[in-house]
């Protein structure tokens, strides 16, 4: 403990003398901050958590009970590691060099950090893929006006939001892919729905259904619906009866900051048992929706 607290010490002495030495301090703990965070969530981590709880346990035990044996292989173990961590890490380090060698591995753009910020990602680099693929899509975003009647007349999902999952619902030949996918947040609610058509007489006949279908929700309701032509590919947004057309990933992405909110939680109130029996029994069809 006494060799614990005079390296501190002296550590701290050396700093004082030398600032410069803050600098080699900051650089090195980014670099190891680096690689911690390339190696979470991967059985790496569950080994360097291994080791270095062997060794802090070993250091602790061979100081407090004076364990000379121990604190020696110890202290000869440490040129081993340094040979083994790399063996051991190989396929992490691996991938840290890919992705620093390609051209936009450090340029990369930020991970969007808040709920938010991930749905509007996921939902613009969609609706830009399926215009690069020539697919259609309606993608409903709710906001404050719960969605239920709209989700009843689809298939039920409830499921993580991801561009995998909805690149598969509207794939053509898919089941649901003519219907609208609806999203509440970082969820999908249903897939497969039945949106009410505009009747404002400006939408026309120079609009296809799928874009009188975006008009009209958002007239009924205060969400938002992105829409991808079949026939063009191109993107648009509905907003309170209003289309803004012609959108790339960089233009819907900034639409969708600034107008999106995530809807409230909504709270779940528990269900007594005596207001069930009070209830009228729901259909096989209800059931199943």
């Not at 990369?108 to 969609?126: K, S, W």
């Not at 298939?155 to 649901?176: C, E, G, K, V, Y």
Request: aromatic share 4%.
């Amino acid at each position: 403990m006494n060799e614990l607290v005079y390296f501190a010490v002296s550590a701290l002495m050396r700093l004082q003398a030398e600032p410069k030495n803050l600098v080699d301090i900051a650089i090195v703990a980014a670099a190891v901050y680096a690689l911690l965070s390339l190696i979470q969530g991967t059985t790496a981590m569950a080994i360097l958590r291994g080791i270095v709880i062997v060794y802090l346990g070993g250091a602790i035990l061979g100081n407090v009970f004076g364990l000379t044996m121990v604190s020696w292989v110890l202290r000869n173990s440490l040129p081993a590691l340094i040979v083994i961590v790399p063996i051991l890490f190989a396929p992490e380090l691996r991938s840290a060099l890919e992705q620093l060698g390609r051209s936009r591995g450090v340029l990369r753009r930020a991970t969007p950090t808040t709920a938010t910020e991930r749905t509007i990602d996921v939902v613009a680099r969609t609706a830009s893929r399926l215009s690069e693929l020539g697919w259609g899509a309606l993608m409903v975003l709710e906001r404050e006006t719960g969605l239920g009647e709209y989700v009843e007349t689809g298939t039920r999902i409830d499921a993580a939001l991801s561009q995998d999952l909805l690149l598969n619902i509207f794939f053509p030949h898919a089941p649901l892919h003519d219907g609208a996918v609806m999203l509440r947040g970082e969820r999908i609610l249903a897939a497969g729905c039945l949106l009410p058509l505009s009747e404002a007489p400006a939408t026309g006949g120079h609009l296809g259904t799928r874009h009188r279908a975006a008009i009209g929700i958002t007239e009924r309701t205060d969400a938002l619906c992105v829409v991808v032509s079949e026939e063009t590919g191109h993107v648009s947004i509905a907003n309170n009866g209003r289309m803004v057309r012609n959108l790339d990933e960089e233009k819907l992405r900034k639409v969708l900051q600034v107008i999106y909110r995530p809807p409230p939680r909504r709270t779940q109130w528990p269900r007594l048992p005596f207001v069930d029996r009070l209830l009228p029994p729901r259909s096989e069809a209800q059931r199943h929706a």
